[in-house]
């Protein structure tokens, strides 16, 4: 499994639709699932665009599993809670 976080902490770095793509296609070539930790995909700085895993393609879709949660962006570290998805396949 490749582990993915996006946006990174503690970079803060955006991986673009490209820089996405480029690591699903290493991970699909090699037969490896990738899980997307996005919890803090709303913590954006300046013109940062967050793209989701998932979204790029259908295939992509189904090679990965995106957490996310409150917790980041609405201070609720407290909460203990967070979901993951699992998005269908669909175009």
Same mark, same amino acid.
């Given at each position: 499994m490749f582990l993915l976080c996006n946006p990174h902490n503690p970079t803060g770095n955006v991986f673009s639709a490209?820089? /996405? &793509?480029c690591i699903a296609d290493i991970c699909s070539t *090699? *037969?490896?699932p990738i899980c997307s930790d996005d919890i803090h995909n709303e913590l954006l700085l300046g013109n940062a665009c967050y793209t989701p895993l998932p979204? /790029? &393609?259908p295939s992509i879709s189904e090679q990965s599993i995106t957490l996310v949660g409150p917790t980041k962006?609405? *201070?609720l570290s407290g909460l203990g809670g967070g979901f993951a998805m699992k998005y269908p396949a669909s175009g």
């Amino acid at each position: 499994m490749f582990l993915l976080c996006n946006p990174h902490n503690p970079t803060g770095n955006v991986f673009s639709a490209a820089d /996405l &793509s480029c690591i699903a296609d290493i991970c699909s070539t *090699n *037969n490896v699932p990738i899980c997307s930790d996005d919890i803090h995909n709303e913590l954006l700085l300046g013109n940062a665009c967050y793209t989701p895993l998932p979204s /790029l &393609s259908p295939s992509i879709s189904e090679q990965s599993i995106t957490l996310v949660g409150p917790t980041k962006t609405f *201070n609720l570290s407290g909460l203990g809670g967070g979901f993951a998805m699992k998005y269908p396949a669909s175009g």
